[in-house]
């Protein structure tokens, strides 16, 4: 059964880089044609997408956090990793790792969600 997780620090501080592992089992991330998201939900902002890493390596973000978003990926561990820089308390959420098979905007698996708070 195809499984992911978030893991990474529960706090961070601002000014700071934010960086979690989304860690895929009984899947491959190079699998034709998978899209691999990071999205994020906070009470003041909703639901966000953050950006996506593709099955080839591509990758693409949200205007809003392009300057500040990087996603990359271990294709032997099958991992994804998000690095968010400069953080402010705005960046407060609970952080996702999803997967669309078809690159069409519909996540068919999530994970647990992963809670990050940003604070001094």
């Known amino acids: 059964q195809v499984q992911l997780r978030e893991s990474g620090p529960g706090l961070v501080k601002p000014s700071q880089t934010l960086s979690l592992t989304c860690t895929v089992s009984?899947?491959?991330?190079?699998?034709?044609?998978?899209?691999w998201s990071w999205i994020r939900q906070s009470p003041g902002k909703g639901i966000q997408w953050i950006g996506y890493?593709?099955?080839?390596?591509?990758?693409d973000y949200s205007p809003s956090l392009k300057s500040r978003a990087s996603i990359s990926r271990d294709t032997s561990k099958d991992q994804l990793t998000l690095q968010l820089t400069s953080v402010t308390p705005e960046d407060t959420a609970i952080y996702y790792c999803?997967?669309?098979?078809?690159?069409?905007?519909?996540?068919?698996?999530w994970g647990q969600g992963t809670q990050v708070t940003v604070s001094s």
């Open positions: 009984g899947a491959s991330i190079t699998t034709n044609f998978l899209y």
């Open positions: 999803a997967r669309d098979p078809t690159g069409g905007w519909a996540w068919d698996l």
């Open positions: 890493i593709t099955y080839s390596g591509s990758t």
